[in-house]
């Protein structure tokens, strides 16, 4: 094979495995993200604000918490809206799908490559030592 060809196969390849790696590095931020925002307790407000009031997480809160009370629960709940939780989560599926494809698809590519070098070089060195006893014969 031209070395060329191989060099550029394995740019080629090299490539996919990094943009797989920062397509499932975005979605893992995603998951850090929304996973924060479920279960870090949060304000309703500006902290600076005599009307702020601090909310529970909307994972791990109590039914009878007070800040959880029908009064105050419309202003807690609209600080973490789940329709847009909803949709960074499906965002951060295609790019998880995509990126581990990319990257075992580039490691998969990077690695047949050695295998291939590896089998090249049994390959020639079998051949070597076949002309060099070929060789050897002969000068008997």
Wanted: glycine content about 8%; aromatic content about 10%.
């Amino acid at each position: 094979m031209n070395a060329y060809v191989e060099q550029e196969f394995a740019a080629g390849a090299q490539r996919r495995r990094i943009w797989g790696g920062v397509l499932f590095f975005a979605a893992s931020v995603i998951w850090a993200v929304l996973a924060w925002q479920l279960t870090v307790p949060f304000s309703d407000g500006d902290d600076g604000s005599s009307s702020s009031r601090e909310c529970q997480s909307v994972l791990f809160y109590e039914g009878d918490a007070p800040t959880w009370h029908d009064s105050t629960r419309e202003e807690c709940r609209a600080q973490r809206r789940w329709p847009e939780m909803l949709g960074w989560l499906g965002l951060s599926v295609p790019l998880s799908v995509v990126g581990a494809v990319l990257y075992s698809s580039g490691s998969t590519s990077l690695r047949m490559r050695e295998y291939m070098a590896e089998h090249r070089i049994a390959a020639a060195s079998a051949a070597s030592a076949v002309a060099t006893a070929k060789d050897a014969s002969r000068k008997k």
